[in-house]
T-cell receptor, first 112, second 114 residues
Framework: NAGVTQTPKFQVLKTGQSMTLQCAQD?????MSWYRQDPGMGLRLIHY???????DQGEVPNGYNVSRSTTEDFPLRLLSAAPSQTSVYFC???????????FGEGSRLTVL | SQKIEQNSEALNIQEGKTATLTCNYT??????LQWYRQDPGRGPVFLLL?????KEKRKERLKVTFDTTLKQSLFHITASQPADSATYLC?????????????FGTGTQLKVEL
């Protein structure tokens, strides 16, 4: 099993550009989530989904969009990148909302 | 608002000793608490989960306690090894105010020296 796969691993954007961070899992997990990790701030929840077609906001959702059309995929969209979105992004999945999270390897995004 | 505190200073211990990491929380009554390990440049890896009605849980050299009165969890690594050097994160969810969201602390870096 590949587990949770994130692409790209590294990305540099200019302010105002848009992009999508991809996340796919092959464990048939219902719950998927996106976190960002910044120095001294820990992991902060951006958006999460409890199943296909269902998404909800986390702690820091502004500037990000998500959708969940399939169980496997949970892309994170930045519509107009800002320097404050420079961070490491982690996608995670779990069997249920109370289960252990399986994390991807992260996507390091720099916005100039 | 909910707050989770982990010691931001690195913990340095000698090989073979027991490492004890602390996770304190306020304004929260979580249903369960999890501990994760994170190595540099990698995603966090799940270690242990303990529920609010459990006092202690063990897995090999790892032990977690959960005191809902003190609002504190302690994470112990016995017979520590240099390979245990990493950042350890606690996370809470469920219960009153938690819902489906797993909230993480900032983590404590552990360094095990020879």
């Amino acid at each position: 099993n590949a587990g949770v796969t994130q692409t790209p691993k590294f990305q540099v954007l200019k302010t105002g550009q848009s992009m999508t961070l991809q996340c796919a899992q092959d464990m048939n997990h219902e719950y998927m989530s996106w976190y960002r990790q910044d120095p001294g701030m820990g992991l902060r929840l951006i958006h999460y989904s409890v199943g296909a077609g269902i998404t909800d906001q986390g702690e820091v959702p502004n500037g990000y969009n998500v959708s969940r059309s399939t169980t496997e995929d949970f892309p994170l969209r930045l519509l107009s990148a800002a320097p404050s979105q420079t961070s490491v992004y982690f996608c995670a999945s779990s069997r249920g909302t109370a289960g252990e999270l399986f994390f991807g390897e992260g996507s390091r995004l720099t916005v100039l | 608002s909910q707050k989770i505190e982990q010691n931001s200073e690195a913990l340095n211990i000698q090989e073979g000793k027991t490492a004890t990491l602390t996770c304190n929380y306020t304004n929260y009554s979580p249903a369960y608490l999890q501990w994760y390990r994170q190595d540099p440049g990698r995603g966090p890896v799940f270690l242990l989960l303990i529920r609010e009605n459990e006092k202690e849980k063990r897995k090999e050299r790892l032990k977690v306690t959960f005191d809902t009165t003190l609002k504190q969890s302690l994470f112990h690594i016995t017979a520590s090894q240099p390979a245990d050097s990493a950042t350890y994160l606690c996370a809470l969810a469920g219960g009153r105010g938690g819902g489906n969201k797993l909230t993480f602390g900032t983590g404590t870096q552990l360094k095990v020296e020879l």
